[in-house]
């Protein structure tokens, strides 16, 4: 069993920064893939970014790639999410995503464990 708890949402105009947080709990972190997604107000959720479980491969919406980095501490046992450039399409809540084989990647039903989800609001 693995809880995910996002943290550092908030308010930020166009063109500023968030950096995201999700702390996990359990002992199968390091052989979890962890993947963000996000989900805007009458939206579906969507692919946002994805990490193995060392760290070494990552991947990217096209719509974020060059202006988000994904990263992990398996020793904090925390993934983290770099997020620069927002623009107000970025808005969204964001969700922490775990898996259990550690081979999940951009889809959302591979992944097994979700977080409660952190609110990000981009303004114009």
């Known amino acids: 069993q693995v809880q995910l708890l996002e943290s550092g949402g908030g308010l930020v105009q166009a063109g500023g920064s968030l950096s995201l947080s999700c702390a996990a709990s359990g002992r199968t972190f390091s052989r979890s893939a962890m993947g963000w997604f996000r989900q805007a107000p009458g939206m579906d959720r969507e692919f946002v970014a994805a990490?193995?479980?060392?760290?070494?491969?990552?991947t990217y919406a096209d719509s974020v790639k060059g202006r988000f980095t994904i990263s992990r501490d398996n020793a904090k046992n925390t993934v983290y999410l770099q997020m620069n450039s927002l623009e107000t399409d970025d808005t969204a809540v964001y969700y922490c995503?775990?898996?259990?084989?550690?081979?999940?990647?951009?889809?959302?039903?591979?992944?097994?464990?979700w977080g409660r989800g952190t609110q990000v609001t981009v303004s114009s």
């Open positions: 995503a775990a898996d259990e084989g550690g081979t999940a990647w951009r889809t959302a039903n591979e992944y097994v464990y």
């Open positions: 990490i193995s479980r060392t760290g070494l491969l990552f």
